[in-house]
């Protein structure tokens, strides 16, 4: 029995830091969607490899800014909000939502797939692991899945990641998440986790991220702060993962401003 509540408790806390994380993105996707325009160039880069007639999946897919006007292939997304996602349909990108421990889609149907900065969001190893095996189920055999996901490391080789440079002053010490409360209009949440202070070096592995929700011009209200689940991922974390997915191969692992990447490559049913 009390293996079986630790089990309910920890069930409980990770759908209660997921869910918060879901309902931070449907409160700011528009806002989320005009601060996310240019796409990283490597990502690009690996989506110009694809033939005619290939068919795209953009697991997580935001505002759709990896969708390509390439008309000689087939592009679909999908994301857990329904405020990003209307936001894509709005744009006429072929969309839907699910939770991408879940992809609605059949096994060995997709040539090439894309997931950039999803899976920092999901709060256990075992459900990474979980939402990297279900991009390799659908792709087909041959096809490769580039991930992206934010590093522990901000500076590498004496060179500073692009989300630190954008602000390299802020000395402050992480919060609380209740600090955070009291000082900010965030929403309470019951999440005994750090707050990190945005464009410094991560101290901790799992922590809320603060997103600060610009008000219109002629609202005179203090601007809104949301906490977002983020786990920030040590060198050799997401190879190791990508090493426990059955039938696959890593074809690349690199590091590009602040984010560990990965390709791999289905090799057999």
Known sequence: MGCEKCMVEKVGRVKKV??????????????????RQKPWPNVLKFLEQSKPGSIILDVGC????????????????????????????????????CDCLQIPLRSQCVDLCISIAVLHHLATNDRRLKALTEINRVLAVGGQALVYVWAKEQCRNQNLS????????????????SEMTKEFCVESIDINLPVHINRSNFVHNDLLVPWKLNQKKNQEHEPQMHLRYYHVFEETELKYLCEQIPNCKIVDYYYDQGNWCVIFEKTKI
Do not use: M, W
């Open 18 to 35: 997921e869910d918060n994380c879901y309902n931070v993105y449907e409160n700011i996707a528009s806002h989320f969607s005009e601060t």
């Open 162 to 177: 692009t989300y630190l440079k954008q602000n390299n002053t802020n000395k402050q010490k992480p919060k609380s998440a």
């Open 62 to 97: 935001g505002n759709a800014k990896y969708f390509t006007n390439t008309t000689d292939v087939y592009q679909i997304g999908c994301d857990r909000s329904t405020q990003l996602a209307q936001i894509c349909r709005d744009r006429n990108h072929q969309v839907f939502n």
